[in-house]
């Protein structure tokens, strides 16, 4: 799925440029939770994120659909997608674009659907909410897609409440619902985390057919490095709120240039026969509103030198669409 | 598993099997029987770390519990270090309760909020002052002590559970469980709620532990290449049964069961030229209510045949320590078709 040399700047569907996602709760000083990131998704790509909890990958991919949690604003930033920038839209606009041209499916899909409607009819919200005068068509477009995300007797299974269904099923039903409006843009946030190893593999699988029938692009959002490799064009590591590093993925996993990104790598159980102590990274991830200074990385990382607990850290293109943040890359 | 003196053992169950009952229907009129763990046949030697693995819902958690007698069993015995411990109580049961310890899975609903963390640590201390003749100073220092075995810092024990990560709450949680120097200990999946570079940190300090402590381990998991690094030895359990045994080594090389190959094949690969082939099961997995006859496994496995929905197969050695509950593998193979009296497992 390598498709990097044919990356050209007019097949750009979005792009973020320097977002800065800050939550205002209580205190006086915002907690820096997205600082600063840089991101550009192109035409049919499949690009993951991949950080721990806290990192603020979600944060990022909620920044895109403007759907905030409490206290969270947008401080700063710009978000282009197909040329208009989100962030200053009407809200009419937005609401055009969100679950029409972007939409969204998360990690707990027994949490994100109405339990007092049945999965048909939730799904046809999505469609009627956009063709408002095409009601007749939405219970056959439903039938339709649930057909596609494989979910066996679609029409009997468009009555069913979601209590009804298992896990596996609902996060059917969620990517049905994310995918029928045919969007430019699917962000999927941990689509697989609440799920067995069996079922998760069931929906990557999924996944894949659904980019050989559609044109969407999507956002993969995971912790899960060896998961988003099997099925991401692309991979964007973040750690404390930043970009760390960014690669076509078979680069990023067979030359990682960012201690963090190596570290993970390293940290994955090898298969052996006997025992063998496990790589760590020392130390915790970092508090959000207590950031070290300079590299966030810095206090865990081996290769780090004096300069990087007071520079900070940006962007440098080591090589053709291959970023790192690490001032020391060549050590590594 | 006749090779095995019974000596060498710690912890050995018969038969056991835990129903629940469950009311549902209007009014709570009917009522159903959850079968969640049925007639398991395990057994941990002294020193040995046990994966249990399965997806979620197939029993994992109720065989540990019910191990440890926090549930009790609906048939069948338990064997602690040669003794029948299915119905002691009492003192008995207090006794043993210090040489069986448990790791939570969640560190934020497992620590209570309002102690501070010597107090954690120390409760089980306090609980077995006298049998064991410790005053408050000796039970200090033995906090301390295991604060800097589980790697926290020495001021961690006047904070409270809330002042710490995520990590530092499962050393905690282990901290709690090592303090009575006990014989086993289940790990109930304690890594699943960390992140990824939180997990290689515990694990390394569970290893280091066990080495220290003399301990055993039953260590629950959904996470196969986690289980496969730490553990000797691995259960595989489907729908309330175990339906392969085989030594760690062997489980990425050699599985036998359909349903154990498919969840290897399901384990996502970093390198693309390690990949294996997808076998995709169809489905989920049934409810534990109404178990499928015969192979329990039958109506998603993609080399069922027609005996393996009405009998349920034998559990047969296939090696060292490699056991398998499958008809495929059945050498009497003429019996897949004509016996009817020999499938009683």
Same mark, same amino acid.
């Given at each position: 799925?390598?498709?990097?040399?044919?990356?050209?700047?007019?097949?750009?569907?979005?792009?973020?440029?320097?977002?800065?996602?800050?939550?205002?709760?209580?205190?006086?000083?915002?907690?820096?939770?997205?600082?600063?990131?840089?991101?550009?998704?192109?035409?049919?790509?499949?690009?993951?994120?991949?950080?721990?909890?806290?990192?603020?990958?979600?944060?990022?991919?909620?920044?895109?659909?403007?759907?905030?949690?409490?206290?969270?604003?947008?401080?700063?930033?710009?978000?282009?997608?197909?040329?208009?920038?989100?962030?200053?839209?009407?809200?009419?606009?937005?609401?055009?674009?969100?679950?029409?041209?972007?939409?969204?499916?998360?990690?707990?899909?027994?949490?994100?659907?109405?339990?007092?409607?049945?999965?048909?009819?939730?799904?046809?919200?999505?469609?009627?909410?956009?063709?408002?005068?095409?009601?007749?068509?939405?219970?056959?477009?439903?039938?339709?897609?649930?057909?596609?995300?494989?979910?066996?007797?679609?029409?009997?299974?468009?009555?069913?409440?979601?209590?009804?269904?298992?896990?596996?099923?609902?996060?059917?039903?969620?990517?049905?619902?994310?995918?029928?409006?045919?969007?430019?843009?699917?962000?999927?946030?941990?689509?697989?985390?609440?799920?067995?190893?069996?079922?998760?593999?069931?929906?990557?699988?999924?996944?894949?057919?659904?980019?050989?029938?559609?044109?969407?692009?999507?956002?993969?959002?995971?912790?899960?490095?060896?998961?988003?490799?099997?099925?991401?064009?692309?991979?964007?590591?973040?750690?404390?709120?930043?970009?760390?590093?960014?690669?076509?993925?078979?680069?990023?996993?067979?030359?990682?240039?960012?201690?963090?990104?190596?570290?993970?790598?390293?940290?994955?159980?090898?298969?052996?026969?006997?025992?063998?102590?496990?790589?760590?990274?020392?130390?915790?991830?970092?508090?959000?509103?207590?950031?070290?200074?300079?590299?966030?990385?810095?206090?865990?990382?081996?290769?780090?030198?004096?300069?990087?607990?007071?520079?900070?850290?940006?962007?440098?293109?080591?090589?053709?669409?291959?970023?790192?943040?690490?001032?020391?890359?060549?050590?590594? | 598993?006749?090779?095995?003196?019974?000596?060498?053992?710690?912890?050995?169950?018969?038969?056991?099997?835990?129903?629940?009952?469950?009311?549902?229907?209007?009014?709570?009129?009917?009522?159903?029987?959850?079968?969640?763990?049925? $007639? !398991?046949? #395990?057994?941990?030697?002294?020193? &040995?770390?046990?994966?249990?693995? =399965?997806? @979620?819902?197939?029993?994992? +958690?109720?065989?540990?519990?019910?191990?440890?007698?926090?549930?009790?069993?609906?048939?069948?015995?338990?064997?602690?270090?040669?003794?029948?411990?299915?119905?002691?109580?009492?003192?008995?049961?207090?006794?043993?309760?210090?040489?069986?310890?448990?790791?939570?899975?969640?560190?934020?609903?497992?620590?209570?909020?309002?102690?501070?963390?010597?107090?954690?640590?120390?409760?089980?201390?306090?609980?077995?002052?006298?049998?064991?003749?410790?005053? $408050? !100073?000796? #039970?200090?220092?033995?906090?301390? &002590?295991?604060?800097?075995?589980? =790697?926290? @810092?020495?001021?961690?024990? +006047?904070?409270?559970?809330?002042?710490?990560?995520?990590?530092?709450?499962?050393?905690?949680?282990?901290?709690?469980?090592?303090?009575?120097?006990?014989?086993?200990?289940?790990?109930?999946?304690?890594?699943?709620?960390?992140?990824?570079?939180?997990?290689?940190?515990?694990?390394?300090?569970?290893?280091?532990?066990?080495?220290?402590?003399?301990?055993?381990?039953?260590?629950?998991?959904?996470?196969?290449?986690?289980?496969?690094?730490?553990?000797?030895? !691995?259960? #595989?359990?489907?729908?309330?049964?175990?339906?392969?045994?085989?030594?760690?080594?062997?489980?990425?090389?050699?599985?036998?069961?359909?349903?154990?190959?498919?969840?290897?094949?399901?384990?996502?690969?970093?390198?693309?030229?390690?990949?294996?082939?997808?076998?995709?099961?169809?489905?989920?997995?049934?409810?534990?209510?109404?178990?499928?006859?015969?192979?329990?496994?039958?109506?998603?496995?993609?080399?069922?045949?027609?005996?393996?929905?009405?009998?349920?197969?034998?559990?047969?050695?296939?090696?060292?320590?490699?056991?398998?509950?499958?008809?495929?593998?059945?050498?009497?193979?003429?019996?897949?078709?004509?016996?009817?009296?020999?499938?009683?497992?």
């Amino acid at each position: 799925m390598q498709k990097q040399d044919k990356l050209k700047d007019n097949d750009i569907i979005l792009e973020i440029k320097d977002l800065h996602t800050y939550f205002y709760n209580n205190s006086k000083n915002p907690v820096k939770a997205v600082e600063g990131i840089n991101l550009t998704l192109y035409k049919k790509e499949v690009l993951g994120i991949v950080g721990e909890s806290g990192c603020g990958k979600s944060l990022t991919a909620r920044s895109i659909l403007k759907i905030l949690p409490t206290g969270a604003k947008i401080a700063q930033g710009s978000i282009f997608f197909n040329g208009e920038d989100i962030l200053t839209l009407k809200q009419k606009r937005l609401n055009e674009i969100r679950g029409k041209m972007i939409s969204m499916i998360f990690q707990e899909p027994s949490s994100y659907l109405n339990p007092v409607l049945t999965v048909g009819f939730q799904v046809s919200e999505t469609y009627t909410a956009h063709f408002p005068n095409d009601k007749k068509n939405a219970l056959k477009k439903t039938i339709q897609i649930f057909k596609e995300v494989g979910i066996p007797d679609p029409s009997k299974r468009i009555k069913n409440y979601p209590h009804e269904l298992s896990g596996g099923q609902k996060q059917r039903v969620m990517t049905a619902m994310a995918l029928i409006n045919n969007p430019d843009i699917i962000i999927a946030d941990e689509p697989t985390t609440s799920l067995d190893v069996t079922v998760q593999a069931q929906i990557i699988k999924l996944f894949k057919d659904l980019l050989k029938n559609h044109s969407s692009s999507i956002i993969f959002i995971t912790h899960d490095l060896p998961l988003v490799s099997e099925i991401a064009d692309r991979i964007m590591v973040m750690y404390a709120g930043m970009n760390v590093e960014e690669a076509p993925t078979k680069e990023l996993i067979s030359k990682p240039l960012h201690p963090y990104t190596k570290s993970l790598l390293e940290s994955i159980p090898p298969i052996t026969e006997k025992w063998q102590k496990l790589k760590t990274i020392e130390g915790q991830v970092p508090d959000p509103s207590e950031k070290p200074a300079g590299c966030p990385f810095h206090p865990r990382c081996i290769y780090a030198e004096k300069d990087c607990s007071t520079k900070k850290p940006y962007m440098i293109e080591v090589e053709k669409g291959h970023y790192t943040s690490c001032y020391h890359y060549d050590k590594i | 598993m006749n090779d095995i003196k019974n000596t060498d053992c710690l912890i050995r169950t018969e038969n056991i099997s835990k129903f629940f009952e469950q009311k549902t229907g209007l009014f709570n009129s009917k009522k159903e029987i959850v079968r969640a763990v049925e $007639n !398991i046949n #395990i057994h941990i030697l002294k020193g &040995e770390t046990v994966g249990l693995v =399965g997806e @979620s819902g197939c029993g994992k +958690t109720t065989l540990g519990r019910t191990i440890l007698r926090l549930i009790d069993p609906t048939n069948g015995n338990i064997f602690f270090d040669g003794n029948n411990i299915t119905s002691i109580s009492g003192k008995e049961l207090r006794k043993l309760r210090r040489n069986m310890q448990i790791i939570f899975q969640d560190p934020y609903s497992s620590l209570n909020p309002r102690f501070k963390v010597k107090h954690i640590i120390a409760e089980g201390l306090y609980n077995f002052k006298n049998e064991l003749k410790l005053d $408050n !100073i000796s #039970i200090d220092k033995i906090v301390s &002590e295991i604060l800097e075995k589980t =790697g926290l @810092s020495k001021d961690a024990s +006047t904070k409270y559970p809330h002042q710490f990560s995520g990590g530092q709450r499962q050393r905690i949680g282990i901290g709690r469980a090592i303090a009575l120097n006990p014989k086993f200990i289940v790990c109930d999946e304690p890594l699943s709620a960390l992140d990824v570079s939180i997990k290689s940190q515990i694990l390394n300090l569970l290893h280091e532990l066990k080495k220290e402590y003399k301990l055993s381990y039953l260590f629950i998991s959904h996470d196969l290449k986690i289980t496969a690094s730490i553990s000797d030895r !691995i259960y #595989i359990m489907y729908l309330g049964r175990i339906i392969e045994e085989l030594p760690s080594s062997q489980l990425f090389k050699n599985p036998f069961h359909p349903y154990t190959k498919a969840l290897i094949s399901a384990v996502p690969e970093i390198d693309s030229d390690k990949r294996r082939k997808r076998i995709l099961l169809e489905g989920d997995v049934p409810s534990p209510v109404s178990i499928p006859s015969g192979c329990p496994f039958h109506p998603r496995c993609l080399k069922a045949m027609e005996i393996c929905k009405s009998k349920t197969p034998k559990y047969l050695k296939k090696g060292d320590n490699h056991f398998v509950a499958c008809w495929l593998y059945d050498q009497n193979s003429d019996s897949r078709h004509k016996t009817q009296d020999s499938s009683k497992s």
